[in-house]
């Protein structure tokens, strides 16, 4: 059974600073990855996703995230945040079993002051 | 392309009563997923259909939630006999056979 652990529940930065969301995870086999965004109101809305090859993915809006084996980790980070990143991101993992279930973080709610 | 639709957006019953939540997937998605999502326990899976049959349902409580896809157009997740702690919001989403979802608005029960 795959876990994951977003160990921050909320980020508050201010416009322009960068960001790192954490996001570790808990599996021993094959394993997909994905960011999403929660709008205050809205459904998820995904940002990208990471199964194999080069572990920097860019995702919409400026972000990346970056997948390390050896740490279990799948971080989120943007360079230079928007008063419109403010919401809360959710880190998801689904084993890579062909059932495409998610297993979802907590969530980190990011607050970016304008 | 309309992005995946959920209705209603807000639902309130009386306990005991019956609800019964609607999906219309984004055209020529072939799965379905239902996720539940509340302040204590987060984002939790119910349910998963591919090309509407039922593939998991391991996170349906076994006791008054019942879920189907009578084509490939809609999902409807139903809840007899609403409790208090079955007030949260249901989500639905779509994908083609793949990991990327996509999410409607959802729907936000609440059992009086």
């Known amino acids: 059974t795959q876990t994951v652990s977003q160990s921050d529940a909320h980020v508050t930065v201010f416009e322009g600073d960068s960001v790192e969301l954490r996001c570790n995870y808990s599996y021993g086999g094959s394993i997909y990855l994905s960011w999403y965004i929660q709008h205050h109101g809205h459904g998820l809305q995904f940002l990208l996703k990471y199964y194999s090859g080069n572990p920097v993915v860019q995702g919409v809006n400026g972000f990346e995230a970056e997948f390390s084996k050896s740490d279990s980790s799948f971080h989120l980070r943007k360079a230079s945040v928007h008063w419109s990143d403010s919401a809360v991101y959710f880190c998801?993992?689904?084993?890579?079993?062909?059932?495409?279930?998610?297993?979802f973080g907590a969530g980190t709610r990011l607050k970016v002051i304008a | 392309n309309a992005g995946v639709i959920q209705t209603p957006r807000h639902k309130v019953t009386g306990k005991g009563q019956e609800a019964t939540l609607w999906c219309e997937p984004i055209s020529g998605h072939s799965a379905v997923f239902w996720y539940r999502q509340t302040i204590v326990q987060g984002l939790e899976f119910l349910t998963y259909f591919r090309n509407q049959a039922p593939i998991d349902d391991s996170g349906m409580p076994k006791e008054r939630f019942s879920a189907q896809m009578p084509n490939q157009s809609h999902s409807t997740l139903k809840i007899q006999s609403t409790q208090p702690q079955d007030s949260a919001v249901y989500l639905c989403a779509s994908s083609l056979i793949s990991y990327e979802q996509y999410f409607g608005p959802g729907t936000r029960l609440t059992v009086l």
């Open positions: 998801a993992v689904s084993a890579n079993t062909g059932n495409y279930k998610y297993v």
